[in-house]
């Protein structure tokens, strides 16, 4: 199959990543939310994506020409009724999803390949309720999908492996490097990395070892990252952290109190990440980004 219409699930931070740079690729693309609320915040995300590929690839009239390439519906039927491809971004809640592919399988054209963008759950999980188990695999991207251009495939065991292969094209074509997973595995090779450096980060800062900012520098300092654990979740977005932990939280109590004080300290008082404005930093200008802050 040749794709033509890309469908996007869920309009958050990555959501409207993956959007923009499959329009920015020639893709027309539909944005689906679950309300006008959401959207209007949405076409506030696409539209400061314009500037943001304008200047990081020096092509303000693709910029533009990407921007008018999505649409947006708050209907899931209007949303997929065109799709070649639907991608999942919608929360990481478990029981979300399996609502919001339920209601998918009987919305979706039978050609449109159904694809998860779940950071820590299997499609096995959800396969049974798309209606099409064979067409069902997972898509992953990292954030900031322009520059941190991976894009991790990974099939259930039902999964007909042609699908695998069209989306291995798929991520080619939008400027992605495409990382073939060989079997399941929760988190992919990128979270199953990533997510227990920032539980451990996590854990420290709940149980009073350190506050964020030594954690940080100690990380940078020590192996020459450019951004701590902390300045990493402000990134991905407090409110993914925060479902990522309340979720593992059931099988591993010891994260609970990380959960909790996410809620009280940062849920609870909108401090959502770097999207809006303040999380463990404060944006535009954070402080680990001062030429000072891994200075003694």
Do not use: C
Not at 16 to 28: D, E, P, R, T, V
Not at 101 to 124: D, G, M, R
Not at 207 to 226: F, Q, R, S
């Amino acid at each position: 199959m040749e794709f033509q219409h890309i469908t996007v699930a869920g309009s958050g931070v990555l959501g409207s990543q993956i959007a923009f740079q499959s329009a920015f690729h020639g893709f027309q693309v539909s944005v689906y939310d679950i309300n006008e609320t959401a959207i209007v915040k949405a076409k506030e995300r696409l539209l400061k994506l314009q500037d943001v590929y304008a200047d990081y690839f020096k092509d303000e009239e693709n910029a533009k020409a990407a921007l008018s390439r999505i649409t947006y519906s708050t209907s899931l039927q209007e949303a997929v009724k065109d799709a070649d491809l639907l991608i999942e971004a919608i929360p990481e809640l478990t029981e979300i999803k399996i609502s919001f592919y339920q209601e998918l399988a009987s919305v979706a054209p039978q050609k449109t390949i159904f694809a998860t963008n779940s950071s820590t759950l299997l499609p096995s999980q959800f396969a049974e309720y798309t209606g099409r188990p064979e067409k069902f695999l997972a898509l992953h991207f990292a954030n900031e999908v322009w520059k941190n251009n991976t894009a991790e495939i990974m099939g259930h065991s039902g999964t007909d492996e042609q699908y695998v292969d069209q989306l291995v094209e798929f991520a080619r074509e939008i400027g992605m490097v495409p990382l073939r997973i060989l079997k399941e595995q929760p988190g992919y090779i990128l979270n199953s990395l990533l997510v227990p450096l920032l539980n451990a980060a996590q854990g420290l800062w709940a149980k009073g070892v350190a506050d964020p900012e030594t954690i940080d520098k100690t990380w940078m300092l020590a192996t020459g990252a450019p951004m701590g654990p902390f300045a990493i979740l402000d990134v991905v977005g407090i409110e993914t952290a925060y479902n990522i932990v309340s979720t593992s939280a059931k099988a591993h109590p010891e994260l609970q109190p990380i959960a909790d004080r996410l809620k009280k300290e940062f849920i609870d008082q909108g401090k959502l990440g770097k999207g809006s404005g303040e999380g463990y930093y404060k944006y535009p200008n954070p402080a680990y980004l001062d030429p000072n802050f891994l200075k003694a």
